[in-house]
């Protein structure tokens, strides 16, 4: 079992609450939109302040309000402490992982993990992956339990408007899918040139004595901030091409919204619909969009985490242990060449 899987079965138990209490919030959630739309409905078909329904409504509301209030602030607490703890066990894992496995190769007689590869992931990949699990992790699902739930509810409410106000998001979808192809390339080359820099550090640290004999500072500085340097030009590049297939994508989820008002506004002249139900699909209409206009993002975050995970559960995946290894011999011959 690897070190992942080992981490949510611990956490298992956790986790299913703070799902629970994400699908629980959505209920509330759409449950205080259907009785603010039967306000609406009582108000524009006429009915007085003084009706005896007005009370009691209200009474109804104010209870759904507490509810709702005291949920979302469950559901922050919540996800944040089942964040924390993920990385918590996630990291003693990983060091049991480590430690056991280094045992077994220095029984066996093998290369154990150095120094300077375990630094890397713990300053690199471990961080990463503490974000993604803090910050986007549960956004994430939280995002798409209120894409099903409430285009779930669309359906049920009414098929046509939620079908055809949201055919464009098959457009969204084949967008959706090249853009994601275009920001895996980007991030592919920047985990290699990430491997590269790492691969220069881990030579810096196995070769500091030599560096120090043969007076190789400027000719290892050169070769460090020459990979640091193709590091960063692909990470701007990479976050100018994601703002702009953004930007797309949030242009293109609006025409759903416009196919809404027009659709449903036709309806509501046509006395098909109640002004009330109309004010449902537009109010709940960023639930279903806004999974599709930040799914390019999404799926670029998750490729990087399952990346990162893959190297925190052997870090010799990488073959940053091979590019160091081949590093040090090219460090190694370019010294030896400078001190002839």
């Known amino acids: 079992m690897n070190i992942i899987t080992r981490t949510f079965s611990k956490m298992k138990l956790l986790i299913f609450i703070t799902l629970a209490v994400d699908i629980l919030f959505l209920a509330i959630d759409l449950v205080w939109n259907k009785n603010l739309s039967n306000l609406i409905d009582l108000?524009?078909?006429?009915?007085?302040?003084?009706?005896?329904?007005f009370p009691k409504m209200l009474v109804e509301l104010l209870i759904i309000l507490a509810?709702?209030?005291?949920?979302?602030?469950?559901?922050?607490?919540?996800?944040?402490?089942?964040?924390?703890?993920?990385?918590?066990?996630?990291?003693?894992?990983y060091f049991e992982s480590l430690a056991h496995n280094t045992f077994l190769q220095q029984k066996a007689k093998a290369r154990t993990?150095?120094?300077?590869?375990?630094?890397?992931?713990?300053?690199?990949?471990f961080n990463a992956v503490s974000v993604f699990i803090s910050e986007n992790l549960f956004f994430i699902f939280d995002s798409l339990v209120k894409f099903l739930g409430t285009f779930g509810w669309f359906i049920f409410m009414n098929p046509f408007l939620a079908i055809s106000s949201n055919l464009p998001v098959f457009l969204i979808i084949l967008y959706v899918s090249f853009s994601s192809k275009i920001?895996?390339?980007?991030?592919?080359?920047?985990?290699?040139?990430?491997?590269?820099?790492?691969?220069?550090?881990?030579?810096?640290?196995?070769?500091?004595?030599?560096?120090?004999?043969?007076q190789a500072q400027k000719l290892i500085l050169?070769?460090?901030?020459?990979t640091l340097k193709k590091w960063e030009e692909l990470n701007i590049s990479m976050?100018?091409?994601?703002?702009?297939?953004?930007?797309?994508?949030?242009?293109?989820?609006?025409?759903?919204?416009?196919?809404?008002?027009?659709?449903g506004g036709n309806l509501v002249i046509k006395g098909q619909i109640t002004v009330g139900?109309?004010?449902?699909?537009?109010?709940?209409?960023?639930?279903?969009?806004?999974?599709?206009?930040?799914?390019?993002?999404?799926?670029?975050q998750f490729r990087i985490f399952a990346g990162n995970l893959q190297k925190i559960s052997d870090p010799r995946r990488t073959g940053r242990g091979n590019a160091s290894s081949q590093e040090r011999m090219q460090a190694s011959t370019r010294i030896n060449k400078l001190g002839e």
């Open 43 to 53: 108000v524009t078909d006429g009915i007085s302040a003084g009706n005896a329904v």
């Open 239 to 263: 976050e100018k091409k994601k703002a702009i297939l953004m930007s797309i994508s949030a242009v293109m989820t609006c025409i759903p919204l416009l196919l809404l008002v027009l659709i």
């Open 222 to 226: 050169t070769n460090y901030t020459s």
């Open 113 to 125: 993990v150095s120094g300077g590869e375990m630094t890397s992931v713990l300053l690199n990949e």
């Open 183 to 214: 920001l895996k390339k980007y991030t592919i080359k920047t985990n290699d040139e990430n491997a590269k820099l790492n691969a220069v550090t881990e030579s810096l640290m196995s070769l500091f004595p030599v560096i120090r004999l043969y």
């Open 277 to 300: 139900e109309l004010y449902i699909f537009i109010n709940l209409s960023g639930n279903v969009s806004g999974i599709l206009m930040n799914m390019p993002s999404f799926i670029m």
């Open 67 to 93: 509810a709702f209030i005291f949920l979302s602030g469950a559901n922050t607490f919540v996800s944040g402490v089942t964040s924390a703890k993920i990385n918590y066990e996630l990291k003693n894992n």
